[in-house]
């Protein structure tokens, strides 16, 4: 079992839609957890991050962490072709960091 | 606050060649990470250096090796390269503490003929 878990996608949303993402994490005493965005051919950049269970929002961002169900979601409102990349979910315990595989995410004109 | 970089940025070796590739963290940064990413796959972990130690290390053979100095910079070798070694390389810099956030850098390309 991967430590962390998303769908590969492509998910695909029509402009100005919510784009839901999704996480799952194998580790229960994971304590901090992280979103990144990958532009083909970059390196990842950090949205966002979330330590405490419930939503945090940043933006047009929101992520939301539910430590008992070990989920963790990311939320993008009114969705912008930019918006258009690799999603990568990061859980991190002590020094060990893991990274799932990554949802890309495709926002239609 | 300067951020991480990485050099160089694109690189090209024959098979059985060996390189090295340089990260400079972010300042006061103490951790560093090396990852590689190749088509389609996701990052994969190579491992960590805090402190000049190595502190945790990926399921990667013994051709991949890194080392940190005591200015933080951190370096990695590949050696007898291989086709398969192609891919981008990435570094991350965190300040080393418990579960704390990784920065990343622009990567180095490396093509392997």
């Known amino acids: 079992q991967k430590e962390v878990e998303q769908n590969s996608g492509p998910l695909s949303v029509p402009e100005g839609a919510i784009a839901s993402l999704n996480c799952t994490y194998s580790?229960?005493?994971?304590?901090?957890f992280f979103w990144y965005r990958q532009y083909s051919g970059k390196s990842p950049e950090l949205i966002m991050f979330i330590y405490s269970n419930g939503d945090k929002e940043d933006g047009r961002f929101t992520a939301q962490l539910n430590k008992a169900s070990q989920y963790v979601s990311l939320l993008i409102r009114d969705s912008q072709p930019s918006d258009s990349a690799t999603y990568l979910c990061?859980?991190?315990?002590?020094?060990?960091?893991?990274f799932g595989s990554g949802t890309k995410l495709n926002v239609k004109p | 606050k300067a951020g991480v970089t990485q050099t160089p940025r694109y690189l090209i070796k024959t098979r059985g060649q060996q390189v090295t590739l340089s990260c400079s963290p972010i300042?006061?940064?103490?951790?560093v990470s090396w990852y590689q990413q190749t088509p389609g796959q996701g990052l994969q972990f190579l491992f960590e250096?805090?402190?000049?130690?190595?502190?945790n290390k990926g399921n990667f053979p013994g051709r991949f090796s890194g080392r940190q100095f005591s200015n933080s910079r951190s370096e990695m070798n590949v050696s007898t390269l291989e086709l398969g070694d192609s891919a981008l390389y990435l570094c991350a810099s965190s300040l080393g503490t418990s579960a704390d956030t990784q920065y990343f850098g622009p990567g180095t390309r490396l093509t392997v003929l």
């Open positions: 250096y805090f402190s000049e130690t190595q502190r």
């Open positions: 300042s006061g940064h103490r951790s």
């Open positions: 990061a859980v991190a315990n002590f020094n060990k960091f893991y």
């Open positions: 580790d229960r005493g994971s304590q901090s």
